[in-house]
């Protein structure tokens, strides 16, 4: 809960609070991560008491931390109270003792990418705003250093989740609850349409980031089955509109898949999809883990397509995919344990 649906939802049980009382019950609990009471700076016993009796609080639990030597990534896996399993990362950022977290919007994905271990699961269920903030908040407060952003790229698709994705964004960055800026917050979806439209239509603080890894339309439909609802026009449309709506570039994140999507279908495509529309890319190697899965595009491979896309006038950045031996890298994610 924010503040203001704190207060209302006690007056609403005939308790009275005032709003920067509100403000500190919810300091207490997310930004400083304390369970219980009381507070360090106290509200009365009998806001305390309707709390402990009216607000629903549940444990998430923490099944494992596991770290990539390699690279410092530390992969948590989640047990939540009715046994569903979740996956978030804590990520060291360039600044020395900085740290963003990688978050689940759901337990599990509908969306099928052929690339992703998560995909493989199906969808069990979405995950509460709170069930998204907790995991920032055990993340958080285990990090040794300070968490200055959260990317909604771990398991689930967020468009798909989106009211839940938008209250527990709202939450990570109040300053009574996560405390981050929301510019260092990051939204990433693999084409939903409706949902780009809809962040279009009111644009909130944080960034989008469209996982395109396709511009040709059969074979995204391939790639990503359930996104193949939208056609790969109606995506760079939405695109379009929504970098209207919130200028700058819009950021494009392509999975390179080894010998499958880097070739000059897919730079004619972007072409004549984006024609006009500033966009900037993020290539990530592909992480699959499977035996039979897809390889990773060989150096050779994904230099000739950054060059191509130089006719695109848009940036291109290699985006680093850490924790792979902790299977806490893009695409990775699929709720198993890794030390046993
Ligand atoms: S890549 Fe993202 S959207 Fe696709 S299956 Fe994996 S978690 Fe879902």
Redesign the pocket.
């Known amino acids: 809960m924010l503040p203001t649906a704190l207060a209302s939802f006690l007056r609403e049980h005939d308790v009275a609070i005032r709003d920067d009382e509100a403000r500190r019950v919810l300091a207490h609990a997310i930004t400083r991560g304390r369970d219980g009471f009381p507070l360090e700076r106290p509200v009365p016993k009998r806001i305390e008491a309707a709390i402990a009796e009216l607000v629903d609080r549940r444990p998430i639990e923490i099944l494992e931390r596991a770290t990539d030597p390699a690279d410092g990534f530390v992969k948590y896996l989640f047990r939540l109270h009715d046994g569903a399993l979740a996956e978030a990362v804590r990520i060291p950022l360039e600044k020395k003792d900085h740290f963003s977290v990688c978050l689940s919007s759901q337990a599990g994905?509908?969306?099928?990418?052929l690339?992703?271990?998560?995909?493989r699961m199906g969808l069990e269920r979405h995950l509460e705003a709170w069930e998204i903030v907790a995991q920032f908040v055990a993340v958080r407060d285990e990090a040794p250093g300070r968490v200055s952003g959260a990317v909604f790229?771990?398991?689930?698709?967020p468009l798909h989740n989106l009211d839940r994705v938008t209250q527990a964004a709202r939450i990570l960055s109040s300053p009574c609850g996560g405390a981050i800026s929301g510019s260092a917050i990051t939204i990433?979806t693999?084409g939903l349409v409706p949902g780009i439209l809809k962040l279009a239509s009111d644009p909130p603080p944080w960034r989008l980031i469209v996982?395109l890894t396709s511009a040709v339309d059969d074979k995204r439909r391939r790639l990503?089955p359930a996104a193949g609802a939208w056609r790969v026009e109606d995506i760079a449309d939405a695109v379009r509109a929504y970098q209207r709506a919130v200028g700058g570039r819009v950021t494009i994140a392509w999975v390179l898949l080894g010998g499958v999507n880097h070739g000059p279908d897919e730079v004619e495509a972007l072409e004549r999809l984006f024609d006009g529309v500033p966009l900037r890319f993020n290539l990530i190697d592909v992480n699959d883990a499977r035996p039979d899965g897809f390889r990773r595009a060989t150096d050779a491979e994904r230099e000739a397509f950054r060059d191509a896309l130089q006719v695109l006038g848009a940036p291109v950045v290699r985006r680093y995919s850490g924790g792979v031996a902790r299977h806490a890298a893009?695409?990775m994610?699929a709720s198993t344990k890794t030390m046993s």
């Open positions: 994905c509908a969306m099928g990418c690339f992703c271990a998560t995909g790229q771990g398991q689930g698709e990433s693999v996982s990503i893009c695409g994610l």
